[in-house]
Structure formats: C-alpha cells, structure tokens
C-alpha cells in the first residue's frame, strides 16, 4: 500500500484555495500549503467571513465572501471543516474541477463519505486525504519492511489528551469521541503493516478508552488502542510481527519540515495526475470501519 512512482517536480506551483478557517487550517493547511514551492494559497473562505479575513491576513492572501469565486482562483483546494460540512463543499469543489485535499473522516457518516466517492467518481477529479503519517518518508520504510517479513499479526495505538483542553476539544469530537477522529489514523496504519481489514471487534467507550480486535485479508490479526482523554503528551505507534522480524513505526519521531514537504509534492502530484493511497475511496473504507465500530460500542 506504498505510493506508485514517482512523478517529477513541476516548475509552477499548484494553486489551492482554503474553505474552512479553523484551528487545522491556521495551525496546519494554511502555513504548510502557502509555504511552497510546491504550491501557493490563492485565498481563504470560511462560513464565517470574520474566519476567513483572519486566516487571509496571517498568511498574506485575500480572503473571499463568495466560495464561487474562490473556486475561480484556483487549481486545488484544501478543505479543513467539520465531517458533517465537508461533503456539500467537496461536491461543489469537485464539480467545478478541482482537486481535492480533504479532511478526514470525508463526513460524519458512511453517507456522506460515499457522497464525495461518488462525485469523485463523476468528475474524475483527483483526490488527497489528510492522513498525515502517509506524508511521513519513514512509513514508507516501514510499509516495505513489513512488507518483506510478511507479518502474521500486530498492534497499533494512538493515545492523546487531545479532548482534555485546547483547539480541539470541543463540538463533534466531544460528541463522537476518538474512533470517528483519530480511527482513520490508526486504522490506516495497521492497514499498511497488515493489509486490509475485513473484521473488527470493539469494546470501550468513545470518550475514554476503545479497544478493537482486527482480522485483515491476509489472515493476520492485530489490535487497536484509542483514547483521547489520557494525561500524555501522546503517542502514535505501530508494530507488526512475524518468525522474520519486526518492523515498527512511532510517529513521535516524526520530521515536520519533511512531512510538510511530503504534504506539497504529493498534493502538487495528485493534482498533475499521479495516483496517492491516501485518496478519497480509501478513506470511505476506513469509514466503514469506523461506523461498524461505532455501532458496537
């Protein structure tokens, strides 16, 4: 489940508007994206205009009041909004031809996530998830490596006082908990260790601890700990296992600058046509995992 390829740098940065202004996008999205040279940030747009004036003014671009208009001033955009206002906007943005970097989950529900597959589909516009470890160089390493000692089983975790205070604790987390939140990340992770999963068991409580058992394809079982409620600073991490070896990945360890990097050259990619494993029908299938785990908790 590595990248395919590689596809060479393009002299002109890539175009992206901003729709949404939140804590991702001033913290993340924006700073990452107008940071080139890969790409270049035309203007923001937010539900909220006095959102989208703030987040234009600290990056230096025009903020717009009309989401048409922002489509016409650019190649790309970068959708940082809550999943139940995702779908509407990335339908809009896809059927005005533009590639599509998206939050994840796609939407509050399987719905709305098969909603902008299905648009996807229609148009034929390229997407980009936001599955940040995937922009990480070293989960490239660890995908091959578990890949060469073919692994029989293993366990990811992703652990945070995310939801105890700060930017994000508040409105739909506090509200569905960790598994619609942090789930697509450790989901996709053992999925790159382990190959797809077929099955999952959850037990737990979405604003305290969950705990799922998985069965991938390949036959190999692994385990998931999720919490967002823990006194940490945090962890994200994944091991696989098998009679030849060990192949991990801790997202702790991670270079900023080098994902932020990653981020640009891969969106710039996907925009000139190159194929991304972090694209709009995986993360309706890690969806589908969060809803049947939702749905035993």
Known sequence: MGRKGSVAPVSEPLAVGLIGAGPWARMVTGPVLAAGPQTRVTGA????PAHAQELGAALGVAAFDDLDALLDACEAVAIAVTPAA???LAIRA?????TLLLEKPLGENVEGAQAIVDVVAETGVKTLVMLTNRFDPRLDDFIAEAARIEPVGGRACFISGAFLGGEFAHGWRLERGAVLDIGPHVLDLLEGG????VAVQASGDPLG???VNCTH???AT???SMCCTAATSGRTEIEVYSPRGVASFDARAVDHEARADRMRTDLAAVARGAEHPANAVRALHLQRLIADIEAQL
Request: charge should be positive.
């Open 217 to 219: 394809a390949s036959g």
């Open 86 to 88: 995702q779908p509407a």
């Open 94 to 98: 896809a059927k005005a031809g533009k």
């Open 194 to 197: 382990l190959g797809e999963i």
């Open 45 to 48: 747009w937010s539900r909220t």
């Open 222 to 224: 692994s385990s998931a």
């Open 209 to 211: 601890w969950v705990s």
